[in-house]
């Protein structure tokens, strides 16, 4: 017995390999084109509730299209209430899986598994990625209709053992508490395993006699709100919306089972008799057509209800109105990774946009500071300065953690070159912020040595400071068209950048001409030389960021 429970074990831990191969090779296959999914996510509600369906069947793994959903929501592509309907769908998603199972699962032989396996293993060969992904995905499939023979054979029926039979003999006679214990241990198992697995050990279970079709019943409510904790746990830290959207997953799921609950008896007993009518006797079947139509008829009854759901959620997770001591403070990454490699590098295109936003305000107080009337107000855009390069600094340190993580995972080429491009952009933005604190130190010697500029020198230097603002607008502009995934021409981050460097060139050589002709002051004007180069340096890491974005289209 001790042998046949350890081969249980190990099968199982052979069908969790199969399913995180499935999803594994479809997300790969697909990577990025999961976002075409989001015209649909962001239609009305029955596409929203399509579009959870179409990605759960696609990957079998509600909680990956939570991850997905959450960090949709977390990037701002998604309100809550979208999310929701989302997420609805992926509950009758997930439910694929335990129809493959109970199909293919209990067939007497594991011989088309093994092609499977073979069929798989020649597609993984390849060199394509898509074929390549899709062989892992076939051999994922082969690998749980064998765990699922294993499993099957690997424990006795229940009338083989009579000890067996006299321990689920009395856990299913106490009535209502019998499906609340069983509900338990669905929920248990759910967090532990998710719900395919889950589904998998209770048909096997059912098939061989150990539990009636009540207690199975029982385990798969259980299991509807048991997988959805990890999503829960995935997105704590990462925002109140993100953490909003996972919760909504287990409010209407736990809704849901209270509504069964209400009507046990009779939600059991008409899924039997709509079974035994299109001809699926087998136990199995039942497990299988009352997962699905528990997250069906439930999904028809909430989709018309999320504003309610929404706000059950909002009196659960309330605002988060902390802010770090510096004022800084990340919006859309939050504290770990949501979803695919794709899906993330999209959270940090969103985070890039904010790190942006915060280079442009920042640099508001350049003009700022060297038009302040006393040295408390300078002081005051000084600081604010320097405030923007330690910003930047922490924006620059906390996207590059959140890549680094991302680049431990399986990548595909497109995806690892769009990493690489984002490392250089906020490369090129924290550099932005060095130069306005090199500004605050220019602006700082200049009042130290009781140096001004003249009228004619501050003209110039406004103007220049004009046109870094300029690129900066076009910067800003590139990389939202980037993030749109439609950015193909960058004229404007040229046109930006030649009159930086048009306009500093002429100043310069000006300048120079005055210290030759001793017409203006040296010392001023060497500041003026120094202010010059910074902004048009500037300039420089304004147009990087430009051809970095462009590049991750083409």
């Not at 090779?25 to 697909?30: P, S």
């Not at 067996?164 to 241990?185: A, D, R």
């Amino acid at each position: 017995m001790i042998l046949n429970i350890l081969t249980f074990l190990g099968a199982l831990a052979l069908f969790i390999y199969g399913m995180e191969l499935m999803s594994s090779g479809v997300q790969k296959a697909f990577g990025d084109r999961f976002r075409k999914f989001l015209p649909w996510m962001t239609g009305n509600r029955v596409q929203q509730v399509l579009s959870g369906l179409g990605i759960t069947a696609l990957i079998q793994s509600s909680n990956a299209t939570t991850l997905f959903a959450v960090g949709f929501v977390n990037a701002g592509l998604l309100t809550l209430l979208q999310a929701i309907n989302v997420l609805l769908g992926a509950n009758i998603g997930t439910t694929v899986t335990g129809w493959i199972t109970a199909s293919a699962g209990f067939l007497p032989s594991i011989s088309y598994a093994i092609i499977l396996m073979g069929a798989g293993f020649v597609l993984n060969m390849g060199k394509k990625t898509v074929r390549k992904s899709i062989g892992t995905f076939v051999m994922g499939l082969a690998i749980i209709l064998i765990a699922m023979s294993f499993m099957n054979k690997s424990l006795p029926a229940v009338n083989q053992d009579i000890s067996i039979s006299e321990v689920f003999i009395n856990s299913s006679s106490k009535g209502f508490l019998s499906v609340v214990i069983y509900l338990i241990i669905g929920i248990l198992c759910g967090w532990m395993l998710h719900s395919s697995p889950t589904v998998a050990i209770t048909m096997i279970l059912i098939n061989l006699g150990w539990i009636d079709f009540s207690s199975a019943a029982a385990i798969v409510l259980g299991t509807n709100i048991g997988t959805t904790f990890k999503g829960n746990i995935a997105a704590k830290g990462a925002g109140t919306m993100a953490s909003r959207a996972a919760l909504s997953h287990t409010v209407f799921n736990a809704l849901g089972v209270i509504l069964v609950l209400l009507t046990f008896k009779p939600c059991t007993n008409t899924v039997q008799s709509l079974c035994n009518a299109i001809g699926l006797h087998s136990p199995v079947f039942h497990v299988a057509m009352f997962h699905t139509a528990f997250n069906l008829v439930m999904t028809l009854i909430f989709m018309w209800l999320t504003e309610y759901i929404e706000k059950i959620d909002t009196w659960l997770v309330r605002e988060d109105g902390t802010t770090a001591s510096n004022g800084f403070k990340l919006k859309y990454i939050g504290n770990g990774r949501l979803g695919t490699p794709a899906f993330s590098i999209r959270q940090a295109y969103q985070e890039i946009l904010d790190f942006e936003n915060s280079v442009e305000e920042g640099f508001q107080n350049v003009e700022k500071a060297l038009t302040a009337a006393d040295d408390d107000t300078f002081e005051q855009y000084r600081k604010a300065l320097i405030k923007t390069e330690e910003v930047t600094d922490r924006y620059e340190y906390e996207i590059a953690s959140f890549l680094s993580e991302i680049s431990t995972e399986q990548m595909t080429g497109q995806e690892t070159e769009e990493t690489r491009v984002l490392y250089r952009i906020i490369g090129e933005l924290e550099s932005l912020g060095d130069s306005c604190e090199n500004i605050s130190r220019l602006l700082g010697r200049l009042r130290a040595h009781k140096q001004e500029f003249d009228s004619d020198t501050m003209e110039k230097i406004r103007k220049m400071i004009s046109l870094v603002e300029n690129a900066l607008t076009a910067m800003g502009a590139n990389l939202r068209t980037a993030v749109a995934g439609d950015l193909t021409d960058i004229s404007n981050a040229y046109a930006a950048e030649d009159a930086i460097n048009s306009a500093r060139d002429t100043y310069r050589d000006e300048a120079f001409m005055q210290i030759e002709q001793r017409t203006g002051n040296y010392m001023s004007l060497n500041y003026f030389l120094d202010m010059l180069e910074e902004l048009e340096a500037m300039g420089d890491f304004i147009i990087n960021v430009s051809q970095a974005s462009v590049r991750t289209v083409e």
